[in-house]
């Protein structure tokens, strides 16, 4: 019987080729890497490590949240999604079960704040690396999603407003007025000018995720609110045109007079958090203040430039 020989004797022997880390294959990696071509796959492969979640708060929205999240799912595939289910009595919590997003379910109605703080505190929790917030009802066009998270790359905070391009978006008188109202509000306040302060279609970076999962205020209109705090708070703050569409269905959460009440409520913060303020520091002295968070168009909080 002839005696067993192991396995691969008999055949030659492969070529092992260059080590993967030999210097001339680091050199050609060094190379390839430093092309435009290289540069765009190295931002391919650094955007393929970022890690983004949209947060919808939703109360009694089972009407317009499957098409929402259809929506979603078809226009931003690679991005996550959490439903916070708001205290709903309808049967929200189950559609978004049904269409296999992450669920937060609340025990009772908090408000949006309180739902949104809860969406930021899970987006923390999990490791994402930016937020999108958006709305239940069919206002905001996910196929807008990109847009805002490209803005990104040169801010911590992109708005996303209404009234920024040619599209136009129907505005009672009453609302329309107390906006405006808001808008000068904030640009006494903060120096800055914004066309769009109550816009809840938002974009956020990690840092401000963390800021917001700590102190996003609970009251309904707390969009103005928190926009006034984070310009305080130095990060950078831009706006992007979007179009936006009237609501898709349901009822809308607040009665007119109710809608008043908020609009004084929010003025009145505002000038409060205003006098509370600390001294706005140098960011070259400061190292908590730190020049990459100041605003992108180069004014500063008090108004002048930078």
């Known amino acids: 019987m002839a005696p067993t020989q192991p396995a691969g004797a008999g055949t030659p022997p492969r070529h092992p080729g260059p080590s993967p880390w030999s210097p001339g294959r680091r050199a050609m990696m060094a190379r390839a890497t430093t092309t435009p071509a290289g540069a ?41 999604v959490v439903v916070i289910d708001d205290g709903s009595t309808d049967a929200t919590w189950a559609v978004a079960r049904r269409a296999g997003v992450a669920v937060l379910r609340l025990p009772f109605n908090l408000g949006i704040g309180g739902a949104l703080r ?17 709305d239940a009802d069919g206002q905001h066009d996910p196929a807008l999603i990109p847009r805002l998270l490209a803005a990104l790359d040169h801010a911590d905070f992109v708005v996303g407003s209404r009234f920024g391009g040619d599209g136009s ?8 007025s107390a906006m405006r109202v808001l808008e000068v509000a904030m640009r006494v306040l903060s120096g800055r000018t ?10 956020f970076n990690r840092p401000v995720l963390e800021y917001f999962a700590r102190s996003y205020p609970s009251e309904y209109m707390e969009s103005v609110e928190v926009l006034l705090a984070a310009t305080y708070e130095g990060f950078r703050i831009v706006e992007v045109p979007v179009e936006m569409h009237q609501r898709a269905g349901g009822q809308a959460s607040t009665l007119r007079l109710r809608l008043v009440y908020h609009y004084v409520r929010v003025l009145v913060t505002m000038f409060a958090r205003a006098s509370r303020r600390r001294p706005t520091l140098d960011p070259d002295l400061d190292p908590q203040v730190g020049p990459s968070r100041a605003p992108v168009d180069g004014t500063s909080t008090d108004g002048s430039a930078a």
């Open 40 to 80: 765009r796959v190295r931002r391919a492969r650094r955007r393929a490590a970022i890690r983004d979640l949209v947060i919808i708060p939703a109360y009694n929205e089972a009407a317009t949240l499957p098409a929402v999240l259809a929506r979603l799912a078809a226009e931003v595939p690679d991005c996550d």
């Open 194 to 203: 914004f066309s769009d302060t109550s816009s809840g279609f938002r974009a």
């Open 118 to 134: 809860t969406g930021f505190r899970y987006a923390v929790a999990e490791g994402y690396d930016r937020g999108v917030q958006l």
């Open 169 to 176: 978006y129907d505005v009672g008188a009453t609302r329309r």
